[in-house]
Nanobody
Framework: QVQLVESGGGLAQPGGSLRLSCAASGFTFSSYAMSWARQAPGKGLEWVSG????????YYADSVKGRFTISRDNAKNTVYLQMDSLKPEDTAVYYC?????????WGQGTQVTVSS
């Protein structure tokens, strides 16, 4: 069955870094655009970053541009989110999302907490 499993979340200090991974299975990963979204406590879901199926193009929300980097390894069916210069406002549950021709899948999320 389809699975998206996020990992790499945890506690980081302001200015620190974390690298999230999302391992996919059960579908043709290389055909799907992938993205990351997050939900902070008491707030709605916020799109963070996206990457084309072949990795040829990437997109970022203004709130993370210049600090986060999305990448993917189609041989490993995995998408990554490198998060640098973390801020307390980056605290949220981070979800990965796969989309292809109107079909979408979501992972269960991984918690990221940025605090001193």
């Amino acid at each position: 069955q389809v699975q998206l499993v996020e990992s790499g979340g945890g506690l980081a200090q302001p200015g620190g870094s974390l690298r999230l991974s999302c391992a996919a299975s059960g579908f043709t990963f290389s055909s799907y655009a992938m993205s990351w979204a997050r939900q902070a406590p008491g707030k709605g879901l916020e799109w963070v970053s996206g990457i084309y199926s072949d990795g040829s193009d990437t997109y970022y929300a203004d709130s993370v541009k210049g600090r986060f980097t999305i990448s993917r390894d189609n041989a490993k069916n995995t998408v990554y989110l490198q998060m640098d210069s973390l801020k307390p406002e980056d605290t949220a549950v981070y979800y990965c999302n796969a989309v292809y021709k109107g079909i979408g899948y979501w992972g269960q999320g991984t918690q990221v907490t940025v605090s001193s």
